[in-house]
């Protein structure tokens, strides 16, 4: 019983029931709970997702990435240059900002290891190269900092729905015509439901999810992970590839960004040379409520997404419960301060350390 | 007595103007338990960094199952079967047994066409092998960082025998552990030499060379002293030599004999 | 474990605090959001947050003020989606980027919520969107009239500093400053950032760089209070021809001490205390404006500086 409970996710199950517990007990007819709302903090909650699964593989192998709020960015740049600027089909500007920005990830990894500086400064350095690249593009370009009309130049491409597009409508129809959520009153759009489909924004979330619990815990990769950040040294001397390992997990990270900043700006139509801020620090710290190791060598991607689910249903349930939005800062990082705690507290148990 | 497994013939390794070995030659013989003596800045580490490949020797030569070797990382003399069990280990304390135990080796079972880690081969194994040399773990599953330092010891031997170390080097196995533990630890060392495995012991304590071993080399400022048998020579005299004669002998007066 | 139950439990107490008095401070009443879309560092939405407060006490209302802390456009989407999904009487937003936040404005015109748009935005996007109304000060037109009114006192060379690069209806400011002098923007437009001494920085080695520049615009109190230091270090106070949009505390006190030519005062006060009265009064009688409504530009000069003074910060 006591070894089924002892898992690195503890922390962060803990804490979702208790995130969940308090806002049901709070603001449980405020909103939060009808399909727009359960919508509104699972969109954010899966964007906190997306980035923290490349941040918590990065982490468990040992490094940071403090430029993934300038990638998201960046990343979305790219596509209304491509796209929109350039004119190129969507797909195209698609696939080439994954090969651009897979590419900076791994130089990324690739400086960290040939230098030996810590990830923390060479990707610092990263955040303001990229984010001052999206600036000075379009305003070079465009004079503007913000480039619409995403939308328009996807119409009708195979590629873009993957990022932007949303299934299962006809479940959703079917459900507001029964009554069971809510339909718009009136406008274009009567008679369908406020809810009309799951995102992909979201399945991206759950797939990545997916993928990263199982190339960490059910493949030799995985393992690799997890000895490249526990000791990178150790490691080397079993015949572990750990600079490969870091590196790829680098170039992981950034497409993790990519697909943020992808599903962004078909979602929105544009890009803005402001999007992302801050995001890398909301992605470190989901994965650290999650029960990830800063120093690396531990972790979880389960942990992660509970850490970023607590992450997107406390930002947006606070507002529901009618609290003063500076307050959500306090709130989170006393969450913060608690889950560390926690974790910190199972991980000894589990690791003998002392 | 068969050939020797591996001879270090007249090894010098000089770095730069500094010279760590000046002409070393040592033998070690399938199934025994070589020790390998020398206070800190003998040359030891370098002798068996340069035996496992980690250094190439200036000069002299390699001879393994009677072949000239020259390897060109660590990785070619752990697949030819020169283990190294180094003094930080080459353990991750925050992963399972198991997943140290497999590292850098992952079995892999194919489902679907992908090849997945075969988590209950790796966690058989270990749980086997560990019980072969005589550590009961709570689970396959159990941190490293959970066991002790003699513990932690042995399944890093267990793990080079497990993937065919025919030589296994150990780097001061016992100079950070307790009593207990220390002679859990050359119980493991006496079972692997039972299975005619060679063992090389680098240690600088004479008791717990004594305690184990069938020959013992001294290494003195980058120079061997000579090889003498089990039997030959007496704990005193192993100490003297490591020291270098005089100093000790006057020092040891003082201490009344404990050291 | 029990030292872990005491954390949980003590935790849980911590965290809920906050909820209780929330909670008993809901009276009856509607409901009214204003969603903006400045980050926390801008002091400028001071005025707009004491604005709503006080319509919302006048008129009975409850009234609420959310923005994305980092200015973050799509973040501010979610939070529109979100005032929609909690069901409030009414929505007053910025329209900072029309692509970005026309379908969650719709959305909640579709749900039946009235939206009006305040400070950004042109009143033909607030129409395309269906919001009732547009209160604010249309950017480029209030530009243009700076820039005529410059060119009468006798600009020829200008540098433009703004603060707000990400937001292109704030630069839409320069360029109608520009149009309105006659000349290219070129690249008089400065990314300034908002740090204080970067910018200080940043505008005495534009000046020194570009001696013949003789008149200087600032988009608000983040980029002007750090160019009046400027000014006064290298001895140009006062010389150099200077306006700004919007006021503060410094940007008064400069005006007075004629560091400053004018103010352009887009009455920040208006445009969140306008929407939550007319708001109301839809929802109880059914009364609304016909027409948009235009809160600037009006310029403050030297003259008549006591309301606005006594004023700075909070109302005006």
């Keep these: ?80 240059v491509f796209g929109v600027v350039l004119a190129w089909p969507m797909w195209i500007a698609i696939i080439i900002t994954f090969v651009i920005c897979c590419a900076l990830g791994a130089l990324n990894g690739f400086i960290v290891v040939r230098t030996g500086l810590p990830s923390f400064i060479v990707t610092l350095a990263f955040l303001f190269i990229l984010r001052g690249f ?48 809510g339909v718009f009153e009136r406008g274009s759009r009567a008679g369908q439901p406020v809810v009309d489909g799951i995102p992909m924004l979201i399945i991206w979330a759950l797939v990545l999810i997916v993928f990263g619990h199982i190339l960490l815990t059910r493949t030799r990769f995985g393992n690799w992970i997890f000895a490249s950040g526990g000791d990178a040294e150790a490691a080397r001397n079993s015949g572990v590839p750990v600079n490969k390992v870091k590196i790829l997990m680098f170039t992981f990270t950034a497409f993790c960004a990519t697909v943020f900043a992808v599903c962004q700006v078909m979602e929105f139509g544009s890009a803005g040379a402001d999007r992302g801020l801050l995001k890398e620090f909301e992605a470190i710290i989901a994965v650290v409520i999650g029960g990830a190791l800063l120093t690396g060598g531990y972790g979880s991607v389960i942990g992660a997404a509970l850490g970023a689910l607590i992450f997107g249903v406390v930002q947006q349930g606070l507002f529901f419960a009618g609290v003063e939005s500076s307050l959500f800062r306090v709130f989170l990082g006393v969450i913060l301060l608690f889950a560390v705690i926690l974790n910190t507290y199972i991980r000894r148990i589990i690791t003998g350390e002392r | 007595m068969a050939d020797p497994i591996i001879q ?3 090894i010098e390794k000089h770095f730069g103007s500094v010279i760590a070995l000046a002409g070393v030659s040592v033998d070690v013989f399938a199934g025994e338990c070589h020790c390998l003596l020398g206070d800190n800045g003998a040359g030891k580490s370098t002798f068996i960094k340069t035996m496992s490949g980690v250094h190439k020797p200036t000069h002299g030569e390699i001879i393994f199952e009677g072949r000239p070797l020259d390897f060109a990382d660590p990785r070619d003399a752990i697949a030819a079967g020169i283990a190294t069990v180094h003094q930080h280990l080459a353990m991750i304390p925050l992963m399972s047994v198991s997943r140290n135990f497999f590292m850098g080796n992952e079995p892999l079972k194919k489902v679907a066409g992908i090849s997945f880690f075969d988590h209950d081969y790796a966690n058989r194994v270990t749980m086997e ?9 709570r689970g396959p599953d159990q941190a490293v960082g959970t066991l002790s330092g003699g513990e932690r010891q042995t399944v890093a031997i267990a793990r080079a025998v497990h993937f065919g170390a025919k030589v296994l080097i150990l780097d001061e196995p016992t100079s950070a552990l307790g009593v207990r533990q220390t002679s859990n630890v050359l119980a493991t060392i006496d079972k692997v030499r039972k299975q005619g495995i060679a063992v090389v012991f680098i240690t600088h304590n004479v008791r717990h060379a004594m305690a184990v071993g069938d020959r013992f080399t001294v290494l003195n400022r980058g120079k061997t002293l000579g090889t003498a048998e089990r039997g030959d020579i007496t704990p005193e005299e192993l100490q003297d030599m490591m020291a270098g004669g005089q100093e000790m002998a006057t020092l040891e007066g003082s201490l009344g004999g404990t050291v | 474990m029990t030292s872990l139950m005491n954390k949980l439990v003590l935790a849980t107490a911590i965290v809920a605090a906050p909820f209780m008095t929330a909670q008993t401070a809901a009276a009856e009443g509607e409901k009214y959001i204003l969603v903006s879309h400045a980050p926390d560092s801008d002091t400028w939405w001071n005025t707009i947050k004491n604005g709503i407060a006080l319509a919302g006490e006048q008129v009975g209302a409850d009234v609420e003020y959310r923005n994305p802390p980092t200015g973050d456009i799509a973040d501010m989407a979610r939070i529109i989606d979100q005032a929609a999904a909690s069901g409030p009487d009414g929505i007053i937003t910025t329209l900072a980027d029309f692509d970005v ?48 009114r410059a060119k009468g006192e006798g600009v020829t060379n200008f540098l433009c500093v703004n603060h707000a690069i990400q937001q292109p209806t704030v630069g839409e400011r320069c360029r109608g400053y520009a149009d309105g002098l006659g000349i290219d923007l070129g690249d008089a437009m400065m990314d300034s950032g908002t740090d204080p001494s970067e910018i200080k920085n940043k505008v005495l080695a534009y000046l020194s760089a570009n001696p013949d520049v003789d008149g200087i615009l600032t988009l608000g109190p983040v980029s002007a209070d750090p160019t009046i230091a400027a000014l006064q270090e290298n001895g140009m106070a006062g010389d150099i021809h200077f306006g700004t949009f919007d006021l503060g505390e410094e940007i008064v006190k400069g005006i007075k001490a004629g560091t400053i030519n004018w103010g352009i005062d887009q009455q920040p006060f208006l445009q969140a205390y306008m929407p939550v009265v007319i708001l109301a009064n839809w929802d109880r009688y059914g009364v609304l404006p016909g027409n948009n409504i235009n809160s600037g530009p009006g310029f403050v000069t030297k003259d008549g500086l006591t309301k606005v003074e006594e004023f700075a910060g909070e109302y005006r």
């Design chain 2, 8 to 10: 270090m013939k007249d």
């Design chain 2, 129 to 137: 092998e560990m019980r072969k040399m005589g550590i009961n773990l």
């Design chain 1, 1 to 80: 019983m006591r070894q089924a409970l002892i898992r690195p996710e503890l922390g962060g199950i803990v804490g979702t029931v208790a995130v969940f517990t308090l806002f049901a007990l709070f603001a449980f007819d405020s909103g939060m709970f009808n399909s727009q709302g359960v919508m509104n903090w699972t969109i954010v909650s899966a964007q906190f997702m997306i980035i923290a699964v490349g941040a918590c593989l990065l982490m468990i192998s040992g490094e940071f990435d403090l430029s993934v709020g300038s990638m998201i960015g960046f990343a979305g740049m790219m596509i209304a």
């Design chain 1, 134 to 181: 999206t600036i000075y593009i379009p305003q070079t370009i465009e004079r503007k900092t913000i480039i619409g009309g995403i939308r328009d130049a996807a119409e009708g491409d195979w590629l873009a729905p993957v990022f932007g597009g949303k299934i299962g409508q006809p479940l959703f129809q079917w459900l507001g015509d029964a009554g069971i959520i």
């Design chain 3, 101 to 148: 936040l026309k379908g969650p404005i719709q959305n909640a015109v579709d749900q039946g919520i009235d939206v009006i748009i305040m400070n950004t935005g042109t009143p033909e996007q607030a129409r395309e969107v269906g919001a009732l109304m547009y209160v604010g000060q249309p950017e480029y037109d209030a530009g243009f009239a700076a820039g005529l």
